[in-house]
């Protein structure tokens, strides 16, 4: 990469020719391509890279062979915008785009949930257009802005949703005893989030008090002797037609603990966004755990902290489940 620090960014400015109007509506979408920001009307910042300084000159070869004029500069703000300023310009265009693929996502996963299972073509198109898209805007997320996992969750489970057919959505699990599981190392996908997560506390906290756990990035990841993986393509323990794998590994292992039920309709909410359970809680349990993962890089240090949430969580609906005795 290259960047310096006192030109940390590179400034595009140009004006095109007025007509042909296709000539000026490619070069915006060229930027938009690029992930540049605009700053003011015909400038347009990127990070200082070796990437983004041939893209910018293949730019404004375009632009100049169209009859218009463009110049390049290495630059540092001085006055006005702050750099600050400028790397959460990029975020708040990126953060929008994140949310615009959510909500995308989200009417998907509405026709994904019918009964309805002629139009499956048509529905898996749509996935691969989103996973497009997503693939397009990380690209150019040069600054790391939220939402990213959370479209990355639900495209996810869409995925695992289209594979299923509506009537083995309710199909009874097959069963294991917890003391087959004691010893080994669960192995999950890095970057965990709501629903790893909760099921890393499960693990830990009622099944394996030693359990151990592993991050690894590959989605086809083949287990080791003594590794169980979860929440991951072709995982032991995962998505079940309509179960979240918090709920799978509470079906299997056979826990009844009405407060685990609690926290199991949580973590569906917000892992799967299918209004199933209609709880007015989610919100703030979602954004309790996504501040988490927004402070915390480290997989260890998120199962850490949403450990101690969940622990309190599970206390609370212990505790309102428990008939108070009389005075």
């Given at each position: 990469m290259r960047e310096s620090q006192h030109d940390r960014w590179l400034v595009l400015i140009h004006q095109l020719p007025p007509k042909p109007n296709y000539f000026r509506v490619k070069i915006w979408r060229r930027l938009q391509q690029l992930g540049a920001m605009a700053i003011?009307?015909?400038?347009?910042?990127?990070p200082n890279t070796e990437q983004a300084h041939e893209s910018f000159e293949w730019l404004?070869?375009?632009?100049?062979?169209?009859?218009?004029?463009?110049?390049?500069?290495?630059?540092?703000f001085v006055e006005g915008l702050t750099d600050d300023q400028i790397v959460q310009l990029?975020?708040?265009?990126?953060?929008?785009?994140?949310?615009?693929?959510?909500?995308?996502?989200?009417?998907?996963?509405?026709?994904?949930?019918?009964?309805?299972?002629?139009?499956?073509?048509?529905?898996?198109?749509?996935?691969?257009?989103?996973?497009?898209?997503?693939a397009a805007v990380i690209?150019?997320?040069?600054?790391?802005?939220?939402?990213?996992q959370q479209v990355e969750q639900l495209l996810q489970h869409i995925e695992l949703r289209l594979r299923h057919k509506p009537s083995l959505q309710s199909a009874p699990l097959k069963r294991v005893k917890i003391s087959s599981l004691k010893g080994c190392v669960w192995v999950t996908r890095k970057h965990v989030y709501v629903d790893r997560m909760a099921s890393a506390w499960l693990i830990r906290r009622f099944l394996d008090k030693d359990a151990r756990f592993k991050f690894v990035a590959e989605k086809r990841y083949r287990p080791l002797k003594k590794e169980l993986r979860f929440d991951m393509f072709e995982a032991e323990f995962t998505h079940e037609g309509d179960r979240c794998t918090f709920e799978a590994l509470l079906e299997r292992t056979g826990l009844r603990d009405p407060a685990l039920q609690h926290i199991a309709e949580l973590v569906h909410e917000v892992d799967l966004k299918d209004g199933k359970f209609s709880r007015e809680d989610v919100a703030g349990f979602e954004r309790v755990l996504s501040s988490i993962a927004q402070a915390h890089r480290h997989d260890e240090t998120r199962l850490e902290r949403s450990a101690a949430v969940l622990d309190d969580l599970y206390a609370y609906f212990r505790a309102s489940m428990t008939p108070r005795s009389k005075a």
């Amino acid at each position: 990469m290259r960047e310096s620090q006192h030109d940390r960014w590179l400034v595009l400015i140009h004006q095109l020719p007025p007509k042909p109007n296709y000539f000026r509506v490619k070069i915006w979408r060229r930027l938009q391509q690029l992930g540049a920001m605009a700053i003011k009307n015909s400038v347009y910042v990127l990070p200082n890279t070796e990437q983004a300084h041939e893209s910018f000159e293949w730019l404004m070869r375009e632009i100049v062979a169209g009859g218009g004029e463009a110049s390049l500069c290495e630059a540092r703000f001085v006055e006005g915008l702050t750099d600050d300023q400028i790397v959460q310009l990029f975020r708040k265009v990126r953060h929008a785009e994140y949310q615009a693929l959510i909500e995308q996502g989200r009417q998907l996963l509405k026709t994904v949930t019918s009964r309805h299972e002629g139009d499956q073509p048509e529905r898996e198109g749509e996935l691969t257009r989103l996973k497009r898209r997503l693939a397009a805007v990380i690209e150019v997320d040069v600054f790391g802005a939220p939402g990213r996992q959370q479209v990355e969750q639900l495209l996810q489970h869409i995925e695992l949703r289209l594979r299923h057919k509506p009537s083995l959505q309710s199909a009874p699990l097959k069963r294991v005893k917890i003391s087959s599981l004691k010893g080994c190392v669960w192995v999950t996908r890095k970057h965990v989030y709501v629903d790893r997560m909760a099921s890393a506390w499960l693990i830990r906290r009622f099944l394996d008090k030693d359990a151990r756990f592993k991050f690894v990035a590959e989605k086809r990841y083949r287990p080791l002797k003594k590794e169980l993986r979860f929440d991951m393509f072709e995982a032991e323990f995962t998505h079940e037609g309509d179960r979240c794998t918090f709920e799978a590994l509470l079906e299997r292992t056979g826990l009844r603990d009405p407060a685990l039920q609690h926290i199991a309709e949580l973590v569906h909410e917000v892992d799967l966004k299918d209004g199933k359970f209609s709880r007015e809680d989610v919100a703030g349990f979602e954004r309790v755990l996504s501040s988490i993962a927004q402070a915390h890089r480290h997989d260890e240090t998120r199962l850490e902290r949403s450990a101690a949430v969940l622990d309190d969580l599970y206390a609370y609906f212990r505790a309102s489940m428990t008939p108070r005795s009389k005075a």
